[in-house]
Every structure is written in C-alpha cells, then in structure tokens.
C-alpha cells in the first residue's frame, strides 16, 4: 500500500468510528484525490474547527467551488453538524473525512442524488454538452442512482 492508500484507510476508519459511518471508498478515495498535497502536510491535513477562518475555508473551497452549492447559512449549519458528528473535541479532524461527511449531507439533504429518469431533464437544461461545467455524472451501480458531483 501506498501513502495515500494507509491515509484513505485511516480517513475510513475515522468515518467508522469517530463519525459513526459507513464510507462509500469509491467517494472517499476521489474526495481525498480532490484535497491534492494538503493530505501530506500534517497542517493542511487538519481543520481546525476552533478557527472561523478555517471553516469559512472549507465553505468557500468546498462546498462553493467543489460543490457548487450556493452561499447561505445552510452552508454554515451543515459544517457545525460535521464538526458535532466528528466530534467538537476531537483535536484531528482529517480534511478528508471533513469533505466527504459534508459531500454526503448535501447529497442527502438537497437532492443531488438523482433517479436516471430525472438525468435527461438536468441535461436538457445545461448547454451543448449535456453537463453543467464542473459536474459529473456517475451511475450508483448498487442504487441505480446517478450522482452529481464534482469528483
């Protein structure tokens, strides 16, 4: 294994027992192939909850331009929740587990999972290519679901 490979099994193992999730790899290992070098960096590998400045980083880097969720105090809740799951004490909270816990939120809260009967009105309304710029369509072979998002 890897570098990244033992980082994607610790981030999978905080999922489980910090968080109390059951990680989808497959999106663990792309949200931590989105973080780039900052999972290398013991400082960038981390947020710090305690910092506003760090959370509006995760906001803005994140949710906004990875995303592409629109500004709003659901964005700022929705990072609480993430930081309350992970546990507000918990002095290592991996940037990974961050992105993906907060990822599957939005996933589930705003609808972005889509039914494949719902994925040809989405593309009737973006230009020429059939996908909005910065998204991605996947198919959820266990769900028959297509995801967007920007992994």
């Given at each position: ?56 980083t995760v906001k803005k880097n994140f949710l906004i331009k990875k995303l592409g ?48 009967a719902q994925v040809p009105a989405i593309q009737d309304k973006c230009p020429g ?23």
């Open positions: 294994m890897g570098k990244r490979d033992d980082l994607i099994a610790r981030y999978a193992d905080d999922l489980k027992n910090k968080c109390g999730m059951v990680p989808d790899m497959d999106l663990l290992t792309k949200v931590t192939i989105g973080c780039g070098p900052s999972i290398y960096d013991a400082d960038s590998n981390t947020v710090a909850a305690s910092q506003p400045g760090e959370l509006e969720l629109p500004d709003g105090p659901e964005l700022d809740a929705a990072i609480a929740r993430v930081v309350e799951t992970y546990g507000a004490s918990e002095r290592n909270k991996y940037r990974a587990v961050v992105y993906y816990d907060a990822d599957e939120t939005f996933r589930q809260r705003v609808g972005l999972r889509l039914s494949p290519h059939g996908r909005c710029p910065g998204e991605e369509f996947a198919l959820n072979q266990k769900t028959e679901t297509r995801t967007v998002g920007t992994f």
